[in-house]
Structures are given as C-alpha cells and as structure tokens.
C-alpha cells in the first residue's frame, strides 16, 4: 500500500503462519550443515555479487522504496547506497575475520583462534531502511555462515521479497536465506521461541525489543545452546546550540534531521536543546524553517517530508501531539498537508520540560521539542537524561566546549557540527545503547563477531623436545576435507 | 612564440607598468590586515586557526567570550611568540581586546564589504564613479533557510534597485561609446538568496519559485534601464542557475531583453559545454545576453565537498588548467561577440593581457567588453586598465559584518592562496615573465589529481546519487514514472473490479 494515497497497491505479499515457519526452520537448518562448511571467500564473494545486483538495479529499487514506504528520493537512493555497502563491507570484514590466527608464538605448541557460525539466525527488519537494515543484518548474518530466516517488516514486504530476489540472483544456496513475510504477533514470535533457532537480529522498537529479549532468555527443551540477541531500538535524540553557533547551519541541519524522512529514522532529531542566551535567535528563525519545508507526495523529487508509514504510525503520532499540547506549548504547526495519505503536519514545542512525555518517548514522526537551558552543564544534563543513547550532537565553534561534549555525550553516535542522521558504513559505525541497544554497531568492524562463537584449537607441537621452527600466523580454515 | 603570446605579454608589462607607477600596498588597509595576511601565508595552520576565529567572531557577544575563544584558538605554543604574547595581553583586559578584536576584524571586513546598507554604499559608488570605475552590487546576508527570509531577500533587492537607479541619474558611460551595452544600474542577484527549499533533485519546483520572485525585479530593472546578472554559486546549485536563466528569458516578456547576465566559471569541468549551450539559446532567442567570465570561487567547497561524497571532482584540480581554460573560453565569447556581451573578472594580469590581446586580433573593440573586480582587492589594476581605456565595473557587496563573514573568508582564501595571482605578484614579488606565461605550460602532467581523490572514499562507500546531474534525475525519473504508471493503472483497475 503507498502511504501517500492508501488506495493505491503497491503489491500483494502473502501472510505466512506457524506451518510456513515451520518448513522454514527446517530447511535453514537442514542447510546449515553446507554452508557452514563453505569457506568465507565463497561467502564473500556472494555478497558481492549480491551488491553488484544491488549497484545495478539501485534506481528501479529506490523507486519501489518511494511507492511502498513514502521515502523521499535521496533517502531512497541513501538507502540503497547502504544495503550495498553493508555487503561490501562484510564481505571484506569475513575476509579480515576468517583465518584462524595464532594467538601468540611459543616454542613447541600452537594455539589458533577462530570463529564459528551460531546457527540458524532469524532476522527482523523495520521498514523504515526497507533495504538497507534487512540486507544489514542478512547478509552479515550468511556472510558468517549462519543460515537465515530474513523477516522484513509488514509495512515492506515488496522490498524484502526484491532483497530476496537479489541474493537468489546472486547466486545464494536454497535454504541459506528463507523470506520469510507474514505478523511479528504470529510467527515472530513463533520463531524467536523456537528450539531450532540460535541466534535473532532484531532492529525496532524498544517495546518490541525488551520482549525479545526476555523471551530469548527462556531455554525450550530441545534447545541446543544459549540464544544470542542483537538488539537496536530507538532514540530520543537530542542536538544543543551552543552560544556561539553558526545558526544558518545549526538550523539547516536541525530542520533536516527532524523533519527529513518525517523524523522517522531511529537517528532522527526529536529535542533540539538551546542555550538561554540565543534561544530568541534560533527560534526565530526555526520557526519559519519549518514553515518552509515541502510537506508532499514524495513521487515528486525534491520533497523532504512525505507521508508516515500507515495508519496506525499517524494516529499514534497524533496522539502524541495532543499530549504535546497539554504538556508545552504548540509553537508551529504546518497548516497545509495533502488531504489524502498519512500526512503529518511538522510540529514544533516550546516550554517542554525534560520530564514531559513528549520529552522522554519515542515518537517516531516529525515533531520535534525545543528545551530551553541556562548553560552548556545543563545541556549536557538535559542531553544525557532520557533511558535512550543513539544519536546525540552539538552545534558550537568553541574547541574546548566540544571536547567537552564530545567525551560526555551519552550516545552510540556523537555529531558535532552536522546532521545527527545519514550514518555511513564503514564510517560512521552504527548503534547505541542504554535503551537504544546492545552497543552493537552495524556498519562497524566488530559487527560480524556478534554472528560468531570464537573457538581455540590448541595442540602440543613437540616430539621429544623438537619443534617445528616457526608457526605461522594464519592457517588454513577448519573445514571437513569433503562435504557431508 | 606566437604572435598572440607577444601580444600578451606586451599588454601584460604595460599593466604592470602602470601598476607599478602608484606603488599601493596589495591591500588597501595596513597594519593588522597586512600583519596576520603575512603571517597566514608562512603557517597553514595558523591561517586555518585564524579564518575559523574570523568565522565564529561575529556570532560572539560579549568580550570575554571573545577573548576565551582567542584563547582556545590560539593558544597552542606552537604558533610562535607573537600570537602567544596577543593571547596573553587579551586575557589581562578582556574588555578592552575583545573591542579592538572586534573592530580590528571588522575592518577587515569593511575592506571588502562596499557598505553595510544601500545608504552607505552610494558614498562608495560615487567615488568610483568620478574614477571611471563602474558597479555591480550585491548583497550579503545570511543563510536564507526560510521562505520568510526568501521573500525579505527579495523585497530588499528590490528596494536597492530603486535606490541606485535614484541615486546615479544622470551618471554617464565612462566610455561614451556602446553604452547601450552597459547599464549604469547593475545588480549581482543569488538564487540561493530567494528560495529556501532548493533541491538539485528538483529544479523544475525550484524554478517555479524562483521565477515569480524573479519577475517583478526584473520587470522594474527594464523600466529603470537596469542589468540584472544572476550570480553563481556552488555547483549544486549550477544547473538550476542555468536552467532558470533561459526559461525566464525566452517567456515573452522577457524575451526581447539584452540586459541580462549569468556568470560561467571556467574552474569547472561543465563549463565549455555549458558556454556553448548558452550561445546556442542566445542564437535561437535572438536577443542580446550577457555573461560574465570567472574562474570561480568555491574550489575549496568544491573539492571537499565531492572527496567526501566519493564524486568525480566538477572543477580542475590545478589551478593552470583553470587558467588555460578561461582563455579557451574567452575565446567562445568573443567568437560569439554578436549575440554575447562578455564581462572578465579576474585578478590575473595574464588572464586580463590575454583577454586584450585576443580581442584585438579579432578586431572587437575595447568598449564592447569589461573588465570586473572586486571591491577591495587589486586597486592598483583596476586604475591601470582604466588608464588603458578599457571598462571596469567593481563586484561590490553590501551587508552587514555577520553575514558578510562568509563572504570574506573566501576572500581571505583566495588572498592568501598558495596559487593566487595577487599572492605572487604582490607578496612574493614574482618577475613579470614569470607571471605572464602560458598558463598551459604551467600544467603537469602527473598532477591530474591530489593523492587522496574521491576513488579512495568511493572504495570504503558507494557514493550518493548525484542529484545535480541532469543523467542521474532522469535515471530515478524514469524508474519512478514506470512504476508509477504500473501501481496506478492496476489499483485503477482493481478499483473497477477487473481486478483477477
């Protein structure tokens, strides 16, 4: 369904129920005894073919992301751009990771230390990066030898399905990567549950999340190891301004990470947190900012804020207005949105203190707090005081003030002088903690490691006192001389 | 050596000639300017330190704030016993150092701002004027990220156009001859400056708001006699400049028009091509346009910007291959003198020789082009080229210090810049011969591009579609069109139940 006009069908997905994910842990199962035994170069070279595939159709799958999640253009291409990067990068990190390595050089014994897949991995995507947070986490998980159970989120199944039509292309063994589409209430939780399953990468809400993970700590009968959750949840993101801040870039980058994408990334900006001494300054010229973002059909290249994703998402986030408007002060509120599709107009308050709702929760839509703070001490204090630490960032041209910030930011990811969203692979490594998550990093070199169990093999090299002259430093990979 | 090059440096020895005989320090203002020019030239990491105090100063309010900021600067040993001393002194009275930090910097500006309002600046303008040196005027102010301030923009573009053509009736040409070709009356406008919401994916929605912001100015510069050049910025924004430029004067009321000017910056890899689609509308349009000729002043922008997106660089990486190619293209112009009127602004006594010396070998008279310079900077040729009898119009920006900061560090940049022409002629003393040869010769081969290029970037991430490209919109375009055309005929047809 496209969110901008809700009668129009982007495509048909079926529903799949316990049977279907059933048959699915199955077949990843049954496949896991291959894979797992494939050396990573193959591995690696499938996400790079599968990346290729990506490269090569990136336009027509952005312009799916346009129709099926009311993505704005160049988050559409940003999005593709990621999912490509993700394979690339963990292509060339289970190169890096997968020779067994000698742990140190002793004289008559060596020791190597290695890494093996966990299992079967079951992956939950979002749909707000349709593409890029399922390949993420699918293709880091198949990379590592794992199979997988690749669940995309209900609001994006067309993207999914094009992600699974990717790697079929690429050439993926069957049973390695299984599609998997149908209600977290059902098989969601069928599979998080199940037996047979090793290891869950979950991307979304806290809610959903906490759940997760205390289900994943009861042992079934039958289970054969300690189930591994990756976590990543929200944010409660928060920028300061500092007194001496270029204001036009301050509020260029503020406005785009609230509002861009309708403030719903997991990064997005939601409490803009200005200094007493320019507060005046800033909010005179955010207001009318605001006032001036293209609010559309995000068919029309160009537009910033497009529809949230479904009916649901738009009466929670209106709810959440009204709260705002008991709590604070409704400051700006964009009086012309398209009539059909879920529109929200981008929403501004002032007077918001730390503790208030709109202060505290996760909103997922463009609205976005102003607090106002006596100094930088207080901002800190205000910046660091919610359960979430995602994304936090400061605008100031003081070095010493952003040294200070930069060491005492509570966030995953800390951005000082520039948007709060837009992370890239490889180099801006991405995730949080606290509430936000586990403190694992997407797009980070130590990424792949949460799909792996380390192992050390050891074995005494000595024959009456002779050794071998020199153990090298890597060995060939542990695998079966022949398939099973 | 060809005739052309004798030509040029003939031309290029009686500038410097004439230059010589008012011995006039490179910048108007002595002193503290000189002091701090000097020493950014020997210490990059100074000059850094120092351009990035000059950006935040204006944003500070108090004097301790200032003086803490000096501080935080500055105050590394590394930078010698000069500056350490300053940093001292300043923090013992903080007071006092933050006034005359303030005002010491503030001078800076006010070298090369021409005012602070429209009032202010006639002052300026007419001391020109009784030097033969003509205007251009352009605005300064801050980041326009809203439509309110869009529109403020506007009204005061409009309003200094009133009082400019109040102000210079009865100015007459400097030449007396084709005056018809210049306008008295000239204003530098910035798109970027009238609409808050450009996007490069986007022109045709930039373009319907620019454009009846545009009209109404344009409409009163014809009843006034005025020229109305549409000034170019960063490349994001190049193709819209472009694009907007030949839609709004091929509409009827414009059409007939010839006081309108764009500018081509020949730092840029587009620009031939761009030149030579101009002309060619210019042909079909039948009407007289302007165009002004610069080098281009974003190259540091520029180059990060793109390293950092992993994009293939849009401006030459050396400084010579610039050179060379605004002389290629000066010759386009004058090839197409009979529908282009050409402004050259440049600094380069070179480029500016060059431009002489091709115009006489192919007979267009000295009084069918002009010469444009900055406020500020390089007075001495300016007065030399008047002398000569050629015309000179001055880029003279008006706005108040804080917004025009942006604006004086690029000067500041281009001042101090290793590369510069006004560098080397005036603070490293370079020989005329030197300084006068074919910029094409200057080129090295193995220098095409810097060690760390965008290749290195686009190997650790595939870069972003290009927006600003023509070919990459229409990629996405085309996608999108498709699809949408399949979604809405079959949710069209599920409607009407034909649906299987």
């Known amino acids: ?484 | 050596m060809t005739a052309l090059q004798r030509e040029i440096e003939r031309r290029g020895r009686r500038i410097f000639e004439l230059v010589d005989k008012h011995p006039e320090p490179l910048f108007s203002k002595a002193g503290f300017y000189q002091r701090l020019m000097a020493l950014s030239m020997r210490d990059e990491r100074f000059k850094a330190q120092l351009f990035r105090f000059v950006d935040v100063l204006p944003s500070l309010r108090r004097s301790s704030e200032i003086v803490e900021h000096l501080d935080e600067y500055f105050s590394d040993d590394g930078f010698g016993p000069l500056v350490g001393v300053g940093v001292r002194l300043a923090r013992i009275v903080p007071w006092v150092s933050g006034r005359i930090l303030r005002w010491n910097v503030s001078g800076m500006a006010r070298q090369f701002i021409a005012g602070r309002n429209p009032d202010d600046v006639m002052a300026t303008l007419r001391k020109r004027h009784a030097q033969k040196i003509g205007f251009t005027v352009d605005l300064l102010g801050e980041g326009v990220v809203s439509e309110a301030q869009a529109d403020e923009y506007a009204a005061r573009y409009l309003d200094l156009l009133e009082k400019l053509a109040r102000e210079t009736k009865g100015w007459s040409d400097p030449l007396g001859k084709n005056s018809e070709l210049f306008p008295v009356v000239n204003l530098s406008v910035k798109i970027s400056a009238l609409y808050s919401q450009i996007s490069p994916a986007d022109p045709a929605d930039a373009i319907a708001h620019l454009a009846p912001k545009l009209r109404p100015l344009l409409r009163r510069a014809r009843e006034l006699g005025a020229f109305i050049n549409f000034d170019m910025e960063s490349y994001a924004h190049k193709n819209i400049t472009l694009e907007l430029f030949k839609t709004i004067f091929t509409e009827e009321e414009f059409k007939d028009w010839p006081h309108a000017g764009i500018v081509i910056q020949a730092y840029l890899r587009d620009s031939e091509a761009d030149l030579r689609g101009l002309v060619e509308w210019g042909r079909a349009r039948g009407t007289r346009f302007a165009l002004r000729l610069v080098k281009g002043a974003y190259w540091d922008y520029e180059t990060t910007k793109s390293r950092q997106n992993g994009w293939d660089c849009p401006v030459y990486f050396q400084k010579p291959e610039s050179d060379a190619n605004f002389e290629a293209l000066t010759r386009v112009l004058f090839e197409n003198e009979s529908i282009v009127t050409a402004a050259f602004g440049s600094h380069n006594v070179r480029s500016i020789a060059h431009t002489q010396a091709l115009a006489d070998e192919l007979g267009i008279d000295r009084s069918r082009f002009e010469f444009q310079l900055l406020y500020g900077m390089a007075g001495p040729i300016k007065r030399a080229l008047v002398e000569m009898g050629y015309r000179v119009r001055e880029y003279c920006p008006v706005g108040e210090l804080l917004p025009g900061m942006a604006y004086l560090v690029r000067r500041l940049l281009e001042n101090t810049s290793n590369e510069g022409f006004l560098r080397a002629k005036f603070a490293e003393n370079l020989s005329a011969e030197e300084l006068l040869r074919e910029p094409r010769e200057l080129v090295k081969p193995d220098g095409a591009s810097p060690p760390d290029s965008a290749s290195v970037v686009r190997k650790q991430a595939q870069p972003r579609t290009k927006m600003a490209r023509t070919k990459c919109r229409a990629h996405c375009a085309k996608c999108a069109s498709a699809l949408a055309k399949s979604i809405h005929s079959s949710s069209a047809a599920k409607k009407s139940g034909r649906m299987s």
């Open chain 1, 1 to 484: 369904m496209n969110p901008s006009a809700p009668d129009e069908i982007v495509g048909y997905g079926s529903e799949a129920g316990i049977p279907e994910a059933e048959h699915v842990v199955k077949a990843a199962r049954a496949a896991f005894g291959k894979w797992s035994l494939t050396p990573f170069e193959e591995r690696a070279c499938l996400l790079e073919r599968a990346a290729d595939i990506l490269e090569r159709r990136r336009f027509e799958l952005s312009a799916v992301e346009v129709f099926e999640v009311g993505k704005p253009w160049n988050e559409a291409d940003a999005d593709i751009r990621e999912a490509i990067d993700f394979c690339r990068f963990y292509a060339q990190q289970m190169r890096r990771l997968g020779p067994p390595k000698l742990t140190q050089q002793v004289p008559g014994e060596e020791s190597y230390h290695h890494y093996w897949p966990r299992g079967v991995a079951f992956v939950i995507a979002p749909w707000n990066f349709p593409m890029a947070i399922l390949c993420g986490m699918a293709s880091a998980a198949v990379v590592t030898g794992n199979t997988v159970i690749m669940k995309p989120s209900e609001q994006s199944i067309i993207c999914g399905a094009m992600l699974m039509q990717v790697f079929e292309e690429a050439g993926v063994p069957p049973g390695v990567l299984n599609f998997l589409s149908g209600r977290g209430s059902v098989i969601g939780v069928h599979l998080v549950d199940h037996k047979d399953v090793d290891l869950i990468a979950f991307t979304g809400s806290r809610e959903v999340g906490l759940r997760i993970w205390q289900s994943a700590g009861v042992t079934r009968p039958g289970q054969r190891q300690l189930k591994h959750v990756i976590c990543e949840m929200g944010g409660k993101n928060a920028m300061i301004v500092d007194a001496d801040a270029d204001l036009g870039e301050a509020i260029g980058y503020s406005i785009y990470s609230a509002f861009g994408y309708q403030g719903q990334k997991c990064s997005a900006l939601s409490r803009l947190i200005l200094l007493e001494e320019n507060y005046d300054r800033v909010m005179e010229r955010l207001i009318p900012a605001a006032a001036s973002l293209r609010v559309g059909n995000p068919e029309e290249p160009g537009i910033m804020v497009g529809p949230v994703i479904d009916e649901a998402a738009y009466r929670r986030i209106l709810d959440y207005i009204e709260i705002g408007k008991k709590e604070a002060t409704l400051a700006y509120q964009a009086k012309e949105v398209p009539p059909h599709g879920y529109f929200i107009p981008p929403t501004i308050f002032t007077d918001v203190k730390p503790n208030m709702r709109i202060a505290r929760e996760e909103i997922f839509g463009p609205v976005l707090s102003v607090l106002k703070v006596r100094d930088l001490d207080e901002a800190l204090e205000v910046a660091n005081g919610t359960y979430y630490a995602l994304t936090r960032g400061l605008f100031s041209h003081s070095p010493d003030n952003i040294e200070r910030v930069k060491a005492q930011l509570e966030a995953g990811n800390v951005y000082i002088n520039r948007s709060c969203t837009g992370a890239i692979v490889g180099r801006h490594p991405f995730g949080g903690f606290k509430m936000s998550g586990g403190g694992t990093k997407a797009g980070g070199e130590d990424y792949l490691l949460q799909f792996l169990i380390p192992r050390v093999v050891t074995e005494n090299t000595s024959r009456l006192g002779l050794v071998p002259e020199e153990t090298p430093e890597y060995r060939d990979e542990f695998l079966w001389p022949k398939h099973q």
